[in-house]
């Protein structure tokens, strides 16, 4: 990939008032407005120009917030699906796949579609930039961040669940510009965030800024940039598991992108977002019409995270009630959010698996089995249009194929560490 790079050219703007202003650099807010708001990247190309397959993530880097590019990107490859397609009698079924497939052209190393976020928000930071980007993840997050910051010489420090350790395993070393810190056993995501947050408030780091980060967003978003350049048009359906809804947001923020476009229709896919049961905030708030999410009382929701199997969608204040978030996206765009529980995710992975050939992380698997319930009930009609976007897999072939090392902890905090602890370990660290 070459090193030469001319920065994309584009404004952010408020997505309340649609005031348009430069990014100082990592801007995440809009400037002095009150409401809370998503900003967005308006890019300066109206007509995507994709490269070809060499450059990664970054063919689409017409449509990616970057000054630069990282080594080592893999784009997200929709193929048209045959196997699960003549099982559920669907005829325009494809699949966006974000994982490790080599045979197909997918060499995501983490098998996560998280490497999106990661070589996009990588290719944001300026270079001269001195600080530490902090990150909270429930896994697969924090594995991509640690794998495209360490190849690329990026400071970064971690904040996980150490629950949630078994999730940062890796084919070779992480270099020490990682810093891995957890919250003891028996905490969750929110608790990380928690974290992340007075790490942030300390001199020298920087929040990546989750969903209010556009090189996030528009990282994702290169799934349906991957899936609407295979197949010429825009979708009817978009089917994919959240935690936070940021891809989902990103995914509906793409299809207003492509639309202005002007080469692949003007249709809204419906998004189709899915949780794992118990843990189902977003469907609460969306089934009681309420932008506002549903009262979830702390011991409760850490509770229901410990019974399902798709830890990473554990986020417990996801960009759902934020002006321009998933409330937002899911009310212009049309779709529902739909519910699988363990039994029912663990089946339909292992019939994708079976019908597709390869394994597929188990959000990824809520997706797939709320989008046979949805051909199953009618929902979905046999011709229409479908993406179904698989935000995970490989990990199992990835495994079987290289030998894996598991990145250790520099400390372990209390579930409600204080500040100035916070600040006591991390000048060690640092």
Same mark, same amino acid.
């Not at 974290?195 to 408030?201: G, K």
């Not at 977002?273 to 977003?282: A, D, K």
């Not at 479908?386 to 250790?408: P, Q």
């Given at each position: ?60 880097a017409?449509w ?24 559920l ?11 490790y497939?080599?045979e ?31 990150v ?5 997050t ?11 010489d ?12 078994n ?6 070393a992480?270099k ?15 608790? =990380?965030?928690h /974290? #992340? *947050?007075?790490?942030?408030?300390l ?7 989750? +969903?209010?980060?556009? &090189? ?18 825009i ?49 609460d708030?969306?089934k ?21 199997? =798709?830890?990473? /969608? #554990? *986020? ?12 937002? +996206?899911?009310?212009? &765009?049309g779709g ?8 029912e ?22 997706a797939?089995?709320t ?8 929902t ?5 249009l ?23 902890p ?21």
């Open positions: 990939m070459s090193k030469e790079f001319k920065p994309t050219e584009y404004k952010l703007q408020s997505v309340n008032t649609s005031k348009q202003f430069d990014d100082a650099g990592w801007t995440l807010d809009a400037p002095d407005e009150k409401e809370h708001t998503l900003i967005r990247a308006i890019y300066a190309k109206k007509q995507i120009e994709v490269k070809d397959e060499t450059h990664g993530i970054y063919r689409f017409d990616l917030p970057i000054h630069k590019t990282l080594e080592g990107s893999s784009a997200p490859v929709t193929y048209k699906s045959e196997g699960l397609a003549k099982h009698g669907l005829s325009n079924l494809y699949i966006t796949f974000s994982g497939w080599p197909k052209g997918a060499n995501f190393v983490t098998g996560s579609f998280k490497e999106t976020e990661a070589f996009s928000v990588g290719g944001r930071l300026n270079s001269n930039e001195k600080k530490v980007l902090v909270a993840s429930a896994g697969n924090a594995r991509a961040f640690a794998r495209v910051c360490s190849d690329n990026i400071p970064l420090l971690l904040c996980v669940p150490e629950d949630n350790l999730a940062l395993w890796f084919g070779t992480i020490d510009c990682v810093k891995l810190v957890v919250t003891k056993s028996g905490s969750d995501y929110f608790d =990380a965030i /974290l #992340s *947050n007075l790490a942030c408030q001199d020298g780091f920087i929040p990546e800024g989750g +969903a209010k980060n556009v &090189a996030r967003r528009d990282g994702m978003a290169t799934t349906v940039l991957s899936a609407v350049h295979e197949i010429g048009k979708p009817d359906y978009y089917f994919q598991a959240v935690g936070s809804g940021t891809g989902a947001i990103a995914a509906w923020e793409a299809n207003i992108r492509l639309i202005e476009d002007g080469r692949f229709g003007n249709n809204k896919m419906k998004l189709m977002v899915s949780q794992n049961e118990p843990f189902v905030p977003i469907h708030a969306w009681a019409d309420s932008r506002a999410m549903l009262p979830l009382e702390d011991n409760l929701a850490r509770n229901q995270v410990e019974e399902i199997i =798709a830890k990473v /969608l #554990s *986020n417990r204040k996801p960009p759902y009630p934020i002006i321009g978030g998933l409330y937002d +996206a899911m009310k212009d &765009a529902d959010v739909l519910l699988a529980n363990n039994d995710l663990e089946v339909a992975g292992k019939l994708f698996e079976e019908l597709e050939g390869n394994d597929i992380h188990p959000a990824a698997a809520v797939t089995s989008l046979i319930k949805a051909v199953n009930d009618g979905v009609k046999k011709d229409d479908i993406m179904l976007n698989i935000t995970g897999g490989g990990e199992e072939k990835f495994k079987r194929e290289n030998d894996i090392i598991y990145l250790k520099k400390h372990v905090f209390d579930i409600t560490p204080d500040v100035e602890t916070v600040k006591d370990i991390l000048d060690k660290l640092f």
